[in-house]
């Protein structure tokens, strides 16, 4: 496909073989195509790699930590689980704003497959490690999710944010294991669907097409009724027409409504479907 951008006409083009699109440059529709495109280019040049939170690095679109804060914001847990920890940044978000929020026994537990030694150890040195509990192990094997549901236990409102490992089956099985723990009217988020459309960029795999947290995440959706698989709404959309993230995270976010009518034992594999 082909973008061709205008800016004496004021159109975007676009183009893909045979058919042809011209839009207003200066409309919904155009912005959103502007927008993927922008951050199809920007992950493969690494453009996530750039930005840290209180001194450490964090993996993140600024614009999901902004989206995901005013959700903290609202639902003010007393939990946040994540999984993947990186170099321990986006733990640090988390702690500062239940920190700033007031919610001093308010806790961020972060899982990794395996934390660096110089990663627990800035982590353990920084003014905000009395907030952050490290778990080390695969955050899908049973040990793993019953220290977690230990750690939550009695204490509402649970928060989970899955950004570990990125695969359909993966994800497929975080979201089985870790969405009981969630609490009504918070949420479980599963990161980095964006796979899906950057699967021909320069770094990427061709198989993110299908192998995504996106597709494990309509898989959930369809067997989870409990849960509003929404993007949660503006908080202040004003008079603009976009109504869409500029995200690495589209298709991520699960409200719980109601509560599990027959959930899986937490740990269990999950089917995925095709």
């Known amino acids: 496909m082909k973008l061709l951008i205008?800016?004496?006409a004021r159109t975007l083009t676009r183009v893909d073989g045979a058919a042809e699109t011209t839009l207003?440059?200066?409309t919904k529709e155009a912005f959103e195509a502007i927008s993927l495109e922008w951050v199809r280019v920007g992950w493969s040049l690494e453009y996530y790699?750039?930005?840290s939170w209180f001194g450490l690095p964090v993996l993140q679109l600024p614009e999901d930590m902004l989206r995901l804060q005013e959700v903290i914001y609202q639902v003010r847990p007393s939990v946040i689980v994540e999984t993947g920890i990186f170099q321990g940044g986006s733990l640090l978000f988390h702690a500062s704003l239940l920190k700033a929020m007031g919610l001093d026994d308010?806790?961020?537990i972060g899982i990794d497959v395996e934390i660096p030694a110089h990663s627990r150890e800035n982590l353990r040195r920084h003014p905000l490690s009395s907030h952050i509990t490290m778990i080390e192990g695969d955050s899908t094997a049973p040990d793993v999710v019953s220290q977690v549901k230990a750690a939550v236990?009695?204490?509402r409102p649970v928060?989970?944010?899955l950004d570990s490992n990125h695969t359909r089956d993966h994800v497929a099985r975080e979201l089985e294991a870790y969405a009981p723990l969630v609490s009504e009217g918070s949420y479980i988020i599963a990161t980095d669907g964006i796979m899906k459309d950057i699967a021909d960029v320069p770094r990427a795999q061709s198989e993110w097409k299908t192998d995504n947290p996106y597709t494990a995440a309509l898989e959930f959706a369809a067997r989870h009724t409990e849960f509003l698989h929404q993007q949660p709404p503006w908080l202040f959309?004003?008079?603009?027409p976009i109504a869409e993230n500029v995200t690495y995270w589209p298709g991520a976010w699960f409200k719980r409504v109601a509560p599990a009518a027959s959930a899986p034992e937490a740990g269990a594999p999950a089917s995925t479907g095709g």
């Not at 959309?237 to 603009?240: D, H, L, N, Q, V």
């Open 6 to 8: 205008d800016t004496t």
């Open 24 to 26: 207003d440059l200066y």
């Open 49 to 51: 790699h750039t930005f």
């Open 106 to 108: 308010a806790r961020v």
């Open 153 to 155: 236990s009695g204490l």
């Open 159 to 161: 928060l989970v944010i």
């Open 237 to 240: 959309g004003g008079k603009s």
